[in-house]
Nanobody, 127 residues
């Protein structure tokens, strides 16, 4: 069964930080580009960041999040872990955060390009 498993969400005060993790099988996803998306209630799913399967370079970010969010990946032998470090969090960052995998050759911010999705982890930022 193909799985992406997110963790690390929670409740944090504005200005705080969280680090999200997404665990994936290396056997399946070692050559997949990986992305993070988020979706708040009543809003469309929004691109957050993406990272290439090639040892984490290049990366791509939503313009509005550059400088606060950082995506990285650890390609271990059995498990790939994708991280999303989120700093200076704001209440508007509150959303469900989803990890996704794309087998294409070009790093993309389009959700429809991603073939596999995790179940999501909730981030709530209090003011």
């Amino acid at each position: 069964q193909v799985q992406l498993v997110e963790s690390g969400g929670g409740l944090v005060q504005a200005g705080g930080s969280l680090r999200l993790s997404c665990a994936a099988s290396a056997r399946t996803f070692s050559s997949y580009n990986m992305g993070w998306f988020r979706q708040a209630p009543g809003k469309e799913r929004e691109f957050v960041a993406a990272i290439s399967w090639r040892r984490g370079t290049p990366t791509n970010y939503a313009d509005s999040l550059k400088g606060r969010f950082t995506i990285s990946r650890d390609n271990a032998k059995n498990t790939i872990t994708i991280y999303l470090q989120m700093n200076s969090l704001k209440p508007e960052d509150s959303a469900g955060y989803y990890c996704a995998a794309d087998g294409g050759t070009i790093l993309t911010s389009w959700a429809y390009e991603y073939e596999y999705w995790g179940q999501g982890t909730q981030v709530t930022v209090s003011s």
